[in-house]
């Protein structure tokens, strides 16, 4: 077991507690610094949160991650693997997956397709949408059904399942979102404002949803402005500020880091 972990700490540079891990991310936009040189892991089981003020390079971060972007310079290591350069679809192969700032599903297609779109990573056959209509598929069709089901009641959606997506609430479409991420089954998983329009009653319920995924062996890294949410839900707190890392540690280290409420927590209400 030593030698094993030895193995790991020699070819990702760092111990095998470590699922996800970035190592000196930057990324330039033009003459914009979005992003320096900024490092931090996400240990197995781990519920970690990206928290800083607008513009401050969150969201870049996660397009780094997971492969939506080319990084500037830097490395992304999953497991013992190198995921940096490594196109988006093998990065969800490889067990990262992750939802967007913005809402992203296809409005027409009820909650179970959406989901099932997303599980196309588990599936060899091509492209969902043939899959899903070839009859020699049937018996992958029927898995894959079961799995869609389960991605959904795993965010409370069970009963949504044949709701056409666009006749979902706000908040129920942003549930969708995270359902359509785990039906890759990833080990772990990006969640950018996954709050974003939720009123409290719904950020209690996403916040259940949320601390439940280590138990469904999957790691969590969110980024939230809501910081009931992110201080209930989160073992660590990794704070930017103006693409650099200037904090990280535990919610109750963070809330009380002068440097943090100096940039972000003083400025406004987190409610
Ligand atoms: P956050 O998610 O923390 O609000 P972002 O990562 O979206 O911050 O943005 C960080 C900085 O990078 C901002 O100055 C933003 O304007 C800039 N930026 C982000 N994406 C792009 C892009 N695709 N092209 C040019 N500039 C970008
Ligand atoms: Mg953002």
């Known amino acids: 077991m030593a030698d094993q972990v030895q193995v790991e700490t020699n070819r990702a540079g760092a111990d095998s507690r470590q699922l996800l891990r970035a190592s000196g991310l930057s990324k330039r936009f033009g003459g914009v610094q979005a992003l320096r040189d900024v490092s931090f892991s996400v240990d197995r089981g781990q519920i970690v949160g990206l928290i800083g003020p607008n513009g401050s390079g969150k969201s870049t971060c996660v397009n780094l991650l997971s492969g939506n972007l080319p990084v500037s310079a830097g490395e992304v290591w999953l497991g013992g693997e190198l995921l940096t350069g490594k196109p988006i679809d093998a990065v969800v192969v ?13 409005p027409e297609d009820t909650a179970l397709e959406n989901v099932m779109l997303g599980c196309h990573t588990l599936f060899r056959q091509g492209p969902a949408k043939s899959v899903l209509r070839t009859a020699s598929a049937k018996r992958e069709n029927l898995e894959l059904v079961a799995h869609a089901e389960r991605s959904l009641a795993l965010v409370g959606l069970a009963e949504r399942r044949d709701q056409i997506a666009s006749t979902l609430s706000a908040a129920e479409q942003r549930l969708l979102m995270i359902a359509v991420a785990l039906a890759s089954k990833p080990e772990v998983i990006l969640l950018d404002e996954p709050a974003a329009g939720m009123v409290a009653s719904e950020r209690r319920a996403l916040a259940g949803i949320i601390r439940a995924m280590p138990s469904h062996g999957i790691s969590v890294l969110v980024i939230e402005h809501h910081m009931g949410l992110i201080m209930e839900v989160c073992d660590r707190i990794v704070v930017l500020n103006f693409g650099q890392k200037i904090a990280e540690g535990t919610p109750a280290e963070i809330r009380n880091n002068q440097a943090v409420i100096d940039a972000y927590l003083g400025h406004r209400d987190h409610a």
């Open 94 to 106: 490889k067990g990262l997956s992750r939802t967007f700032q913005s809402t992203q599903i296809f």
